[in-house]
């Protein structure tokens, strides 16, 4: 357990330059965005004033601001992608950077005196942890953008409505869904995504060329066996009901996991070459 | 005892170890000797798990390898084994860290020995120096057996020197350590057993100190009359 | 331990923070607005219970929207769980067989009670399946006295059938006949048709054409809503429709002898460049006997001038009409052919055109019920009774009013935030 926790700390730190960086990008840009949109917004009003329009008018055409205004738009999703397209490129960069470079950093990992899978493991909350600081991240920032309305927009025309009721909707419930059930169920995916993207991985790095090759069908399979309940749905023309369905794919989910994670142990210890 | 028996390994269609065998005991200094492309490195590799073999086992001190068996033995391969990013004494902290067979005391003295300084960049140095990193890296672990790949290739005479030196201090005193090279001129006095390798096959294997009494052969000259044929 | 600190404060931050989030938004749906059924007039003690939708208005895109189930005490909020199949306000019947029996509705359409039927003995269930190959009725039977269950596909002539698409509209059964009332869609036509089954020899006995679209007016769409929506849809080339409306009853899966809907034909003028006004040119009733398979017109010389089909109950149309803030009822005995009673239904605090219009009327155990599920967006800025959705139910044999109920916020609330939409109805 020590070592699993000691090798976290190791990947955090090495990503963590990088990662801070990445953090600053994300908030300055969306701050920015936020600025624009609400101050567009505020000067659109003064100049509807400016020309006559009752607030009622104005309301009636332009609606009272909220922070869905801001989360809604195209350039504020932008800045969601440049957060998780580093990630999941990262996703694959975690394991190759150990390979490639002058150094062979991957003889010091698979020398350690520790069970190999701690590798898989702490990789993999790493991962877990880098993506969840940046949805905390998210949620900060989304705070301060409620306070820059607050402070911009005069208060008849600002709705004043919580992000927390509103990202139902937006693009943002793929990070932060609405309910701490749906949370654990869409990060659960996430994870068997994960655990199937690393076993790929060490898939290609024990067999090299004919590795891409596995690697890719073990992906469709594993994609497949996820399915399965809903092949099964339709070869049946429905015999499960909506909530069998849910827990059978929670199964078939946690199959793919556990198959994945078997699959990265014998890699790991038998077939992994540097 | 290092017991390798009978691995068999391919690349692709390319048989590189063909059933190799051989012991390296402790306290002894065992060399593998052959041309580059015979597998040395993937013998030492195969014992270490960094690489698979399809057939065959090894044995250190009766038992397979497991993940206790990495503070009995550690390799010196001919890359650096830490993140060049680092310094110096950031990797120590971090061999620290992961090992309880490291030894603090020895590493600073290594340190000395080898004219390094803890807060030097280890993407900074030069390849001698650089070497002499990987070495401190695995002389400071209180293991049994070392196993260094080409501990001498691309490196300056003065690092040459040092190098070899450590091989006949209580550094390496009283453990196993198996070595490659196609270079014997440094430390063929100092082998106790060589290992001739062609073809993926162990040609011969014997102690260095009986061959010369009894036939008054040098590593070298057996080498000819094996690699001849 | 000092070298961890980094990577200890960025965990606890992070999962702080999402945990704060989360806590956020449980305590968000737990401030959900509460409505409550009020009672406003009436000697009755009912419990009455409005089931609906709680939307949150004022979101650029999608926002809040919950399943409701209000009683006079307090409303209740489903929770937002993938779990839960949601009470859809469609079939709360068929969820409360699905409890009973399970294994039945298994690869069965859930999403629409019409296919279902119940009494005490069986449980029926239709499908029509248009496929090029064999286009045949799917059916099940449950047994309730000995679980059995009993399966068979008669097939359709294929002659009979020049459809891309069958729904089924109801489904009775009476002794040893399956009555399926089915609309077959081909391109913008529409037939209506009754098929009757031979449960015993598992056969299609028989199939009578209710209705027949033709190329001229054709249906745009068959609706099962309230008798009198004026809502009409984009037309035809000649600028002509015809709508379908089914009357609604109180419950779809239950034994009903008779089956009413109206043909209404409407005609769309141009007033100018970007307007419409849709003009009625005619309408007819027709009744389907689901026992015996004979259909009737309903005409004027049943009905009074400008009464419309409300409900059916057994062998009694009851049909209403607004005069001057009133509900003139007229009940009418289809078997026998001949008026019951007339009478006259004040509504408290008015009568809206808007609320007549959007009138549910239905009848439970003797009591007539008429439900105005009016969205409750509609309220004036004094926030008086009159925009609320509202329940009334009265004797069905002199229309004596026993009860009527408004649906309100129990605390204030603003109005502009939320818009709470009505389904329906039940008196438990």
Not at chain 1, 210 to 233: D, E, T
């Amino acid at each position: 357990m020590n070592n699993f926790l000691k090798l976290v700390h190791f990947e955090l730190k090495r990503f963590s330059k990088l990662y801070m960086g990445l953090i600053a990008i994300i908030a300055v840009a969306q701050l920015l965005i936020a600025l624009i949109i609400v101050n567009m917004y505020a000067s659109d009003i003064n100049r509807m004033l400016a020309q006559g329009k009752s607030s009622f008018e104005i309301l009636g055409k332009m609606g009272k601001m909220s922070i869905g205004n801001i989360m809604n738009n195209n350039l504020f999703y932008m800045t969601l992608m440049v957060g998780a397209i580093p990630l999941i490129i990262y996703m694959f960069f975690i394991w190759y950077r150990d390979w490639f470079g002058k150094s062979s950093f991957i003889y010091r990992l698979l020398m350690l005196p520790t069970n190999r899978m701690n590798l898989f493991y702490s990789k993999a909350v790493a991962m877990f942890l880098f993506i969840f600081g940046l949805v905390a991240v998210q949620v900060l920032l989304l705070q301060v953008e409620h306070w820059i309305i607050g402070a911009i927009v005069p208060r008849d025309y600002n709705s004043n409505l919580d992000f927390l009721n509103l990202i139902d909707g937006s693009p943002l419930t793929v990070i932060l869904p609405p309910t701490l059930e749906q949370f654990f169920l869409s990060y659960g995916v996430g994870a068997m995504l994960l655990v199937t993207l690393f076993t790929a991985v060490l898939l290609e790095r024990s067999f090299r060329l004919r590795g891409i090759v596995i690697a890719i069908l073990y992906c469709v399979v594993a994609g497949v066996v996820f399915f399965i309940p809903l092949f099964i749905q339709n070869l049946t023309e429905g015999y499960f009901y909506h909530k069998e369905e849910v827990w059978a794919l929670i199964v078939s989910g946690l199959v793919v996991t556990i198959c994945g994670i078997t699959l990265s142990n014998y890699l790991l210890k038998r077939k992994i070459t540097v | 005892m290092i017991e390798v028996r009978d691995i068999k390994k391919r690349y692709g269609f390319k048989s590189v170890l063909n059933g190799v065998s051989f012991t390296a005991a402790k306290g002894e200094i065992t060399c593998l000797i052959g041309i580059n492309g015979t597998g040395k490195t993937t013998i030492l590799k195969s014992i270490m798990g960094l690489t698979p073999f399809r057939s065959g086992e090894v044995l250190i001190d009766g038992k397979h390898l497991d993940k206790h068996a990495y503070e009995k033995i550690t390799y010196i391969p001919d890359t650096i084994t830490m993140l060049p990013s680092m310094r110096i004494f950031e990797a120590l902290d971090f061999m620290k860290d992961f090992y309880s067979c490291w030894n603090a005391e020895r590493a600073e003295e290594l340190l000395k020995f080898f004219k390094l300084q803890g807060s030097d960049r280890i993407s900074h140095l030069s390849k001698g120096n650089t070497a002499k990193v990987n070495m401190l890296l695995g002389l400071a672990l209180d293991v049994d057996y070392l196993l260094m790949d080409e501990p001498f290739s691309g490196i300056d005479i003065f690092s040459r020197e040092q190098i070899a030196d450590v091989f006949t201090s209580h550094l390496v005193e009283n453990r196993g350590v198996i070595i490659t090279t196609h270079e014997l001129n440094e430390i063929e006095h100092l082998i106790d057993k060589a290992v001739l390798l062609d073809g993926g096959k162990v040609l011969k294997e014997f102690q260095t100190e009986d061959m010369r009494e009894q036939e008054g052969k040098s590593v070298v000259d057996v080498m000819r009359e094996v690699y001849n044929q | 331990m000092r070298k961890y600190t980094g990577t200890i404060v960025f965990t606890a931050i992070t999962v702080i923070i999402i945990s704060m989030f989360y806590i956020g938004t449980a305590k968000a749906n737990q401030n959900l607005p509460q409505f409550v059924v009020k009672k406003t007039a009436g000697s009755m003690d009912e419990n009455v219970e409005a089931y609906g939708y709680l939307y949150s208005s004022n979101i650029q895109k999608g926002g809040l929207s919950r399943s409701t189930l209000i009683d006079d005490k307090e409303s209740k909020y489903q929770k937002d769980s993938i779990f839960n199949e949601g009470f859809n306000s469609d079939q709360p019947e068929v969820e409360e067989l699905k409890k009973k029996y399970g294994s039945f509705f298994r690869k069965k359409d859930l999403y629409g009670s019409n296919a279902y039927y119940e009494d005490n003995n069986q449980l029926g269930y239709a499908d029509i399946v248009i496929e090029e190959e064999k286009p045949r009725i799917k059916i099940s039977i449950l047994d309730k006295k000995n679980g059995e269950i009993t399966d068979f596909e008669p097939g359709i002539p294929k002659k009979l059938v020049s459809a891309d698409f069958a729904n089924v509209i109801d489904v009775q059964i009476f002794g040893n006949e399956m009555r399926v009332m089915a609309s077959l869609q081909h391109f913008d036509k529409e037939d209506i048709v009754l098929f009757t089954v031979d449960m015993k020899a598992k056969k299609l006995t028989d199939v009578t054409e209710l209705y027949k679209g033709d190329n001229e007016n054709p249906i745009r769409s068959t609706q099962r809503m309230s008798t009198n929506s004026a809502s009409s849809i984009v037309a035809s080339r000649n600028s002509r429709s015809t709508q379908i409306m089914y009357t609604k009853s109180e419950n779809p899966i239950a034994s009903a002898k008779h089956f009413v809907f109206a043909v209404v034909t409407m005609e769309e003028q141009e007033v100018d460049e970007e307007d419409f006004i849709s003009k009625e040119i005619s309408r007819k009733y027709i009744d389907i006997n689901m026992e015996t398979g004979v259909k009737q017109e309903i005409g004027s010389a049943v009905l009074e001038n400008k009464m419309i089909p409300a409900t059916v109950d057994g062998n009694k149309l009851y049909a209403i009409k607004r005069v001057k803030g009133k509900i003139k009822v007229q009940v009418y005995d289809l078997d026998q052919k001949k008026n019951l009673q007339n009478y006259e239904i004040e509504w408290p605090e008015g009568l809206s055109n808007e609320r007549f219009d959007s009138l549910q009327v239905s009848i439970q155990d003797g009591k007539l019920i008429m439900a105005s599920a009016l969205s409750a967006e509609i309220v004036d800025m004094n926030r008086s009774l009159k925009g609320l959705p509202q329940v009334l139910i009265a004797d069905e044999k002199d229309g004596k009013l026993r009860w009527h109920g408004v649906v309100m916020p129990k605390d204030i609330i603003d109005f502009q935030e939320y818009s709470l939409s009505i389904d329906g109805f039940k008196v438990k």
